[in-house]
């Protein structure tokens, strides 16, 4: 039982984050935090570095939150890590941010709120910044 | 960085006598071409063309037996490293196999088909050996990376890479 | 040689409007080579290599010099700007930069990276315009036996010096002039290791053979080891320096072009003893010591002065004696034979104008890299987000088609997948692959050299000693044979400098990172 939500250090990743601790609040369960990169590049932006995971750190525990962090370069794309973590937490919901993607860059560069939305087998939310 | 376990260590320890082997199959094969050489003796060129020949033998199995002795007395090579290398884990195979595939299939094919089919295909296998899955991105850039090589080098170098099946299109 | 008429004309040459666009083509390249982890100018070089035997040889010189000078502003901007530097704080500007950069102090830190390289730069282009001309007069003295004495201490200081392990450097070695011997025997006309095959005849083309060695086998080797990590830059604005920061910086760029260039002149200095021994030597003038491992501007100015400054030092001997000294020079070695060119001493006289015009645009690429870096710094950074993939997919497709467009024969494919499976080989069993490239590049000429010698003795082999300054050579060479011999008997010392120096560098002792590994103490006793 938890909520899964999918989270980078961008505007929509924070109001994904805003809402999933929402939600987290109201159902009194467990926070699983989801932020992975394929580890592809030198240099991604939206992985968190170790002072932004310090911040996020405190920010749920001065919640009083119950959470864990996913935080692995495994070589996957995000939307099969928020998938896995759904699946082995058994989530309740899966909160992930919504950003502007016009069709030909979505088939270009992949969505991954598309892809998560399409394979969850639980609800989702999907959040705009 | 050397903390390999034993098992590890002793079989790089097997393959590096392999690289010694290698080193004296040359030396053996350099002599060997050597000895067949004519090399009569000239007032002009009292050296002739076997004595280069025969150094270079001899510092290649010199250096065989060499690196053996230092692999079997535990000397190591350290493998290289680098910016985009990571040495904590053994050759990844299922990388290195696909691409030289994927490089000997180029080879076969670039008369036959021609450059902007081939190298297209080529590029395009080596990002799916490399660990890329965006398959249309990837397709997308292969072709354009192709077709412009291909354009460039003929419009800016004056070079005609062959246009195989795509004769008279392009 | 009326060097400063030269000079001059020179500059005509090169600051003509196509001349200024390969400069400045050679400048962008390069910096963006050098930002991105992996790649660097001696494989770019050799990747542009088949492509230039299109163009004028003074064009592609010009390009060429402006890659190897601008691999090195490239290479300062990513150490300072990427977040978890990783393997890359083993560039000594790191170890300040980053933790300027990490402080708030990034544009400083580009900024004196950029005017200190900008200085060595210019100064080190100087002293070559004063030096080289001096040791061409100097040795077209020299008669075939010292020359060959000179190439075999050329080949011998790469070999036995650098790197730690000797018996794997002269292998290498060996194996780089076993390629050279392939093809035809100049003097006699025979055909050797060809084995029949008549497309060997003319021998393994020195440019498929670069390609192959550097790039292919540096891809397929990466490609077996590929990391995955994820880091981010560190936001910047416009680099720029305060009049504190000035007045901190210059004194550190002089001594560090001091000390680089006349490392990068000598066989085996390189470009990493300078920076080191800068940022020592700017550590103990520091009056301000304690800042030193949490973002000193010294510690920038000076390792970085120094590495331009050998970039230029390296091309004394290459373009006055025709010796690499580090493997881009090998690279533009082939590069001048590819064109039918023979480096050494007489090219000043024989192609004067290639030279002082490629010196002249050294000038030029220098104020160049520093207009395009100030502003542009933090946009080359953002090219690190670039996937892996797609850069060592793309060496390989440029390697291939750079191979195939020299003859237009897939041999040459063939050629270039074997040697690049070496290349990989080498790289696994940790032999060295610089000795290889100038085992092939100076095998030949050295041969020749032999040749000529013992013609001109009548076979006599004291003919290899008949000149003092190949007795002189001789000497050192047997020095550098009979080192390690004598560094046993120290044995004890080197350990405790080489820790006394790593101590210096890293007072946190984090452990993490490496300034120069091949000094560690652990790593020393386990290599030969």
Known sequence: MSVVVGYVPTPEGEAALEHAIREVTQRGTRLVVVNTSRGDALVDQRYAQPDQVKVLEDRLDAAGLEHLLLHSIRGREAAEEILEAAAEHRADLIVVGLRRRTPVGKLLMGSTAQRVLLDALCPVLAVKA | ?170 | MDVWGSLLDGFATAATPANLVYALVGVLLGTAVGVLPGLGPAMTVALLLPVTYALEPTSAFIMFAGIYYGGMYGGSTTSILLNTPGESSSVVTAIEGNKMAKAGRASQALATAAIGSFVAGTIGTALLVLFAPVVVGFAVSLGSPSYFAIMILALLAVTAVLGSSRVRGFSSLGLGLAIGLVGMDYTTGQPRLTFGVPLLADGLDVVVVAVAIFAVGEALWVAAHLRRTASQIIPVGKPWMGKDDWKRSWRPWLRGTAYGFPFGALPAGGAEIPTFLSYVTEKRLSRRPEEFGHGAIEGVAGPEAANNASAAGTLVPMLSLGLPTNATAAVMLAAFTGYGIQPGPLLFDREPELVWALIASLFIGNALLLLINLPLAPAWARLLQIPRPYLYAGILFFATLGAYSVNLQSFDLVILLTLGLLGFAMRRFGLPVLPLVIGLILGPRAEEQLRKSLQLSSGNISGLWSEPVAVVVYVVVALILAWPLVARVVRRRPATDASALAAIVHPTSDGRTDADPSTTPERSEARR
Request: charged residues 15%; contains cysteine.
């Open chain 2, 1 to 170: 960085m050397s903390a390999a376990t034993p098992t590890v260590s002793r079989l790089q320890g097997r393959s590096e006598l392999g690289m010694a082997a290698l080193l004296g199959a040359a030396g053996a094969l350099v002599l060997w071409d050597a000895v067949h050489l004519h090399a009569p003796y000239s007032e002009s060129d009292p050296v002739g063309p076997r004595a280069v020949p025969y150094l270079v033998a001899a510092l290649l199995i010199g250096c065989a037996l060499w690196l053996g002795a230092d692999v079997l007395r535990g000397g190591r090579g350290a493998a290289e490293g680098g910016e985009d290398v990571d040495l904590d884990h053994p050759t990844e195979w299922r990388t290195v196999i696909p691409l030289v595939a994927v490089f000997l299939a180029n080879i076969v094919l670039i008369d036959r088909l021609g450059w902007v089919i081939s190298g297209a295909l080529f590029f395009w296998g080596s990002v799916w050996s490399l660990g890329s899955r965006h398959y249309v991105r990837d397709a997308v850039v292969s072709l354009l990376l192709s077709v412009t090589t291909f354009y460039g080098f003929y419009l800016g170098l004056g070079i005609y890479l062959p246009a195989g099946i795509l004769e008279g299109v392009l």
